[in-house]
């Protein structure tokens, strides 16, 4: 336990967590302005990206010290991410 009353482990977890909302924050500025710049060229990138993930997951190509399952549960999350991102983005505009 560190003098502030947070175990180290935890710290550790809450640091990548907040690197993760830093990241989470520029990445959806960025696609709020695309599609207010260019939104049919951004859906196009988009649909192009799940397609992509879901070849690259699901051939084993990406995350092989993965199982099969476990690819299957991540290409599945990115997906659904990739999609709320752009309906959520739509949304915005």
């Not at 990445?27 to 192009?48: C, D, K, L, N, Q």
């Not at 997906?79 to 915005?92: C, F, I, N, P, W």
């Amino acid at each position: 336990m560190s003098d502030d009353g947070i175990d180290a482990d935890k710290a550790a977890a809450l640091r990548l967590r907040a690197r993760l909302a830093v990241v989470e924050r520029a990445a959806w500025f960025g696609i709020v302005h695309a599609m207010r710049t260019r939104p049919a060229e951004t859906e196009a990138y988009i649909t192009s990206e799940r397609a992509r993930c879901t070849e690259g997951f699901g051939s084993g190509a990406w995350a092989k010290d993965l199982t099969d399952a476990e690819r299957k549960m991540l290409a599945d999350e990115v997906d659904s991410g990739l999609a709320q991102l752009l309906e959520d983005a739509r949304g915005e505009v």
